[in-house]
């Protein structure tokens, strides 16, 4: 089976080693140039290792492309797999391939489609999620299901811990969606589209904590929008702060002070005083300084 992969980021990659591993590398990959690596914060090179293997490489920032296109159908794909593109592809790239073209999305569709879906999985408390393998349409993330995992989402599940269970499912997925196009048993299950839900597209900038929350929801952002994302971020004396892991302060309640300002240093981090009068302790950050904001700061967000 000729296979054509479409991809730049961590779950690109995944799928890549995946074909690789089964047996079914693609005959071409069709990837971002590396100037164009700032797109995605979880930019993932796979050009260089396609290129290592002797698969054909083609760059571009744009699917859609007369140039894209004539590259795409110099492969003479069977099926193209887009995995990890934010771009809506059209009907002259979906035409090409012989069987079709196949996408992933990382929510149980028909909900949840769109932008910025792991964390606006966790923002909204998500019991459960899926990764899903859905034959590409004119719409978005609408396409017949192929393949569905749904699995459960933990009460303290971080960006990274659900994006790596997606990628577990990837790496499981895409084989066996293979084996399936291959033996003519690939499904086309027609979405309920009135079950949709839809995601808004997601920037660094909503990251930054608003100290008037309550508790709670600042601990909620700070693990939904962190690694492989941008994080959540405050300021403090004019300076950028990024917080990347912090927990409940303990013993609650022990401060009294202005929502905002950093309470006290502890021997794991910095307390910070919230919206509701809880508190957070910081435990992982990152400043232009190195440093932790001094006692009594008031951070600006």
């Known amino acids: 089976m000729r296979i054509v992969l479409v991809g730049a980021v961590e779950s690109s990659n995944v799928a890549f080693n995946a074909l690789v591993k089964a047996g079914k590398p693609p005959v071409l990959v069709v990837t971002l140039p590396q100037d164009a690596a700032d797109r995605h914060s979880d930019f993932t090179d796979i050009g260089s290792p396609a290129a ?11 699917t859609n492309a007369p140039e894209t296109i004539m590259a795409i159908e110099n492969a ?8 990890g593109w934010s771009q809506i592809c059209k009907a002259p790239f979906r035409a090409i391939a012989r069987i079709g073209s196949i996408g992933f999305h990382p929510a149980a569709l028909p909900r949840l489609r769109g932008r910025g879906v792991i964390p606006w999985t966790i923002l909204l408390g998500e019991k459960t999620a899926g990764s899903t393998l859905f034959w590409l349409d004119e719409g978005t993330d609408s396409g017949p299901v192929l393949l569905q995992k749904i699995f459960h989402v933990g009460e303290e599940e971080t960006a990274r811990s659900l994006y790596l269970k997606h990628m577990r499912n990837i790496e499981e997925m895409i084989p ?3 084996h399936r196009l291959e033996t003519g048993d690939a499904p086309r299950i027609e979405q309920d589209h009135r079950q949709a839900s839809y995601c808004a597209k997601r ?3 909503d990251g930054l904590i608003d100290w008037r929350m309550p508790a709670a929801q600042i601990l909620t952002l ?13 300021s403090c004396n004019g300076l950028k702060l990024h917080i990347d892991t912090a927990a409940p302060a303990s013993p609650i ?3 009294i002070g202005i929502t905002g ?3 006290a240093h502890t021997p794991r981090g910095f307390v910070v005083m919230c919206g509701d009068g809880l508190c957070i302790e910081a435990h992982n950050w990152r400043s232009p300084s190195g440093k932790p904001p001094p006692v009594h700061s008031k951070l600006q967000g």
Do not use: H, K, L, M
């Open 203 to 205: 920037t660094p900038e």
């Open 253 to 255: 309640p022990r401060y």
């Open 176 to 178: 066996e969606a293979v």
């Open 222 to 234: 700070i693990r939904a929008v962190g690694d492989p994302y941008p994080g959540a971020y405050t």
């Open 52 to 62: 290592a293997i002797g698969s054909a490489v083609f760059r571009t920032t744009n």
């Open 261 to 263: 300002q950093v309470q």
């Open 76 to 83: 003479e794909p069977d099926v193209t797999f887009v995995i």
